[in-house]
């Protein structure tokens, strides 16, 4: 039985990763971070930039630390624009076990200037084209895009979640299947994770995750993480698109790497909750609290099938939480004030997390180093 009593979690240490330095001159606010450990021990951290949550000059950003996340390099522009088309885009990255840093991104679509990324008055999204960029040089230089031929129709994806490598090889990229511009969702809006058995070269099948769009529950910016004994672990937003409001976040576990239990409950409230597996396998869950303003911090462990929490602190309290149902589900979103955590743990056993977050009136991307 786990010793609930010698569980805790502490914030050791914050700073920024970029903050827009003249805010008073230009526009420039960040979302939706992404960060990776380089084998030379540097750190690498890609986010979204623009002057709006869904401003046509949205795009992805990388920033260095060499110093363990202290101070970082000034963002740079790590892909170009389509070639033919008006886009906005986005990329998630991680390391895979030989090094090589894997980026999944998209470009969105911009058939209207006048149009943001969503459609406020049916929650649906622009059309995109999503690709896999390689880097062997530690981000410094990338392949071209090579574009991915999904398995599915979305119409749309959220792409929430870097690329995955298991230890069987295979490459999953969890996400979410998203409604079209005009509303349609042939296969609902339910998370989801295609599948490479050739490290990123094709697509062609996929894992249903979680899904209840049946009953108006979307499922979305889920989180997955690999256990020591190989078996999945994954968890969701589950949002009830009918009464505007979160239910409890659920996870689901694929005993067999490849097909996922029904929904349970882990007893946490909340939006945007995103996990890593902790060396002796525990889980720490950051999310934004569905009941109580902040992001919050939880300690779990998975005893057979079932969530166990054991801690739970807050490490960042500056905006109350976000989705309520007290306006259409588009402008919420786009009006949200932080989320999207991301967790990785490091050498010494401490865990680096960053989150965006909207700070005296400018979203800026911040660090945190906590020890459990």
């Given at each position: 039985m786990t010793n609930k009593s010698a569980a805790s979690i502490r914030v050791v240490s914050t700073g920024i990763i970029y903050r827009n330095p003249k805010p008073y001159l230009r526009a420039v606010h960040t979302w939706h971070p992404t960060v990776a450990l380089l084998k030379n021990g540097e750190l690498l951290a890609a986010f979204d930039c623009g002057q709006g949550a869904e401003s046509l000059d949205y795009r992805s950003y990388l920033s260095r630390s060499t110093d363990g996340g202290k101070t970082w390099s000034e963002p740079q522009r790590f892909y170009g624009d389509h070639p033919t088309r008006q886009t906005s885009s986005i990329a998630r990255i991680n390391v895979t076990r030989d090094g090589t840093v894997v980026a999944l991104g998209a470009y969105i679509f911009r058939n209207d200037p006048?149009?943001?990324l969503l459609n406020h008055q049916t929650f649906g999204y622009a059309p995109m084209q999503m690709f896999v960029m390689?880097?062997?040089?530690?981000?410094?230089?990338?392949d071209a895009p090579s574009f991915i031929e999904p398995p599915l129709v979305g119409p749309s994806f959220e792409l929430c979640h870097p690329i995955l490598e298991l230890s069987d090889g295979?490459?999953?990229?969890?996400?979410?299947?998203?409604?079209g511009w005009n509303g349609e969702a042939p296969n609902g809006m339910k998370a989801i994770a295609l599948i490479s058995t050739d490290r990123g070269r094709s697509w062609p099948t996929y894992l249903d995750v979680m899904d209840d769009y049946a009953n108006g529950v979307i499922h979305f910016e889920q989180s997955m993480v690999e256990l020591p004994d190989r078996r999945l672990l994954a968890v969701a937003w589950a949002y009830n698109e009918k009464t505007g409001r979160s239910q409890p976040t659920p996870y689901a576990i694929a005993n067999d790497g490849r097909k996922f239990s029904p929904?349970?409950?882990?007893g946490l409230h909340g939006q945007t909750a995103k996990i890593v597996c902790l060396p002796d396998g525990r889980i720490l869950c950051l999310y934004r609290r569905d009941d109580k303003p902040g992001l919050w911090a939880n300690l779990a462990c998975i005893e057979g099938d079932n969530w166990v929490n054991l801690a739970e602190a807050p490490v960042w309290q500056g905006a109350a939480s976000g989705m309520q149902g007290e306006a259409a589900a588009g402008d919420e979103l786009s009006n949200l004030k932080f989320g999207f955590p991301r967790l990785i743990v490091l050498p010494d056993g401490d865990v680096f997390a960053a989150f965006w977050c909207c700070e005296d009136c400018v979203n800026n991307i911040r660090w945190m180093r906590l020890q459990v």
């Open positions: 006048e149009q943001g390689r880097s062997a040089d530690g981000g410094r230089t990338w295979r490459w999953l990229a969890p996400m979410s299947t998203w409604k929904r349970r409950r882990t």
